[in-house]
Nanobody
C-alpha cells in the first residue's frame, strides 16, 4: 500500500510562509513523479507544483514565483515552500505520486491532505 505522509500545514497570516513535507517509500519516491495539489472549498482540485522528470518542474499559474517544490532524495521526501501566502491560498494541500507513464492524474496516489489556512 502506498503511503504519502504529509506534514506542515497550519494557520498563518497573510504574507507569511509555510513549508509542507511529504514522505514516502524509496520505491515510490524513485519511480513516480512527486508533487502537490490543493483543493479549496467548492473548487476543483488544482495543480500546485510537480516534478516532471529529473529536476524539471511545473507550477500552477497562480503560484507566480511564491512557491518552490524541492526534494531530499536521502529522506524520500518532497517539500513545498510557500512564501507570500494569500487568503486565497487557503485549501487542503495534497501530496501526490504520479506514475511516470500516465498522461493525466487519474492514476495518482494521494496523501490524506493537510489544511493550510491563511488569515487576512
Amino acid at each position: 500500500q502506498v503511503q504519502l505522509v504529509e506534514s506542515g500545514g497550519g494557520l498563518v497570516q497573510s504574507g507569511g510562509s509555510l513549508r509542507l513535507s511529504c514522505a514516502t517509500s524509496r520505491s515510490i519516491f524513485n519511480s513516480f513523479f512527486m508533487g502537490w495539489f490543493r483543493q479549496a472549498p467548492g473548487k476543483e482540485r488544482e495543480l500546485v507544483a510537480m516534478f516532471t522528470g529529473g529536476a524539471s518542474t511545473v507550477y500552477g499559474n497562480f503560484v507566480e514565483g511564491r512557491f518552490t517544490i524541492s526534494r531530499d532524495n536521502a529522506k524520500n521526501t518532497v517539500y513545498l515552500q510557500m512564501n507570500s501566502l494569500k487568503p486565497e491560498d487557503t485549501a487542503v494541500y495534497y501530496c501526490t505520486a504520479k506514475p511516470r507513464w500516465a498522461n493525466g492524474n487519474e492514476n495518482n496516489f494521494w496523501g490524506p491532505g493537510t489544511q493550510v489556512t491563511v488569515s487576512s
